[in-house]
């Protein structure tokens, strides 16, 4: 759901919000304008300032305008993938020449790419102080590949056939480099 974070004094609060694809949180601060002193951002994040006072006047408009433009519904983030690949096509020239579409950053995602019909060939090895992430070697039947799954503990493990969503990049250890996948999302194959 669209958040604003406000901290500040008796003199004035500031803040930041951040939203997710479905709800223009530019739009929703511009019809809490009698409330504000000053905002502006763009559909996915915000600045704003205003009075104390006003706060609570506030919350209630801002979630208002949420619930009417929502609902009930539970906004997920669309993961848009650019490409469908095979794993034996995630070569080191391929990864090298999508590294080179950079710069990445708000709106611009690292490439992100579809590799259908795997199964893992390697046991999973759990990393992290708490043992969150998950690393695991995948097959199509041909080649492998290393995947890396951060904060898997959280999630269910790919299991049976599956489909990846993943960036490739090249990781580079102790001298060695090899492809590796970090994990985007799965489902199991088709």
């Keep these: 759901r669209p958040t604003i974070?406000?901290?500040?004094?008796?003199?004035?609060?500031?803040?930041?919000?951040?939203?997710?694809?479905?709800?223009d949180l530019a739009a929703a601060l511009r019809e809490c304008d009698e409330y504000l002193d000053?905002?502006?951002?763009?559909?996915?994040?915000?600045?704003?300032?205003?009075?104390?006072?006003?706060?609570?006047?506030?919350?209630?408009?801002?979630?208002?305008?949420?619930?009417?433009k929502v609902g009930g519904r539970e906004l997920m983030p669309t993961l848009k993938l650019d490409a469908l690949n095979t794993l034996s096509s995630l070569t080191f020239q391929t990864v090298k020449s999508l590294d080179q579409l950079q710069p990445t950053g708000s709106g611009i995602h690292p490439v992100q790419v579809a590799v259908p019909q795997l199964e893992m060939d390697a046991p999973v090895r759990w990393m992290g102080k708490e043992q969150q992430h998950a690393k695991f070697s995948v097959t199509d039947g041909n080649v492998s590949a290393e995947a890396v799954f951060w904060n898997a503990a959280e999630r269910d493990l790919p299991a049976g056939r599956f489909d990846l969503a993943v960036q490739p990049s090249i990781n580079s250890w102790r001298g060695r480099h090899s492809i590796q996948l970090k994990i985007l999302d799965w489902r199991p194959a088709h």
């Design 5 to 23: 974070i406000l901290g500040g004094s008796p003199d004035g609060m500031r803040g930041s919000g951040r939203s997710v694809e479905g709800f």
């Design 38 to 68: 000053r905002h502006g951002g763009h559909a996915m994040a915000a600045g704003l300032s205003m009075q104390p006072e006003n706060i609570d006047a506030f919350r209630k408009r801002f979630n208002e305008i949420v619930h009417a």
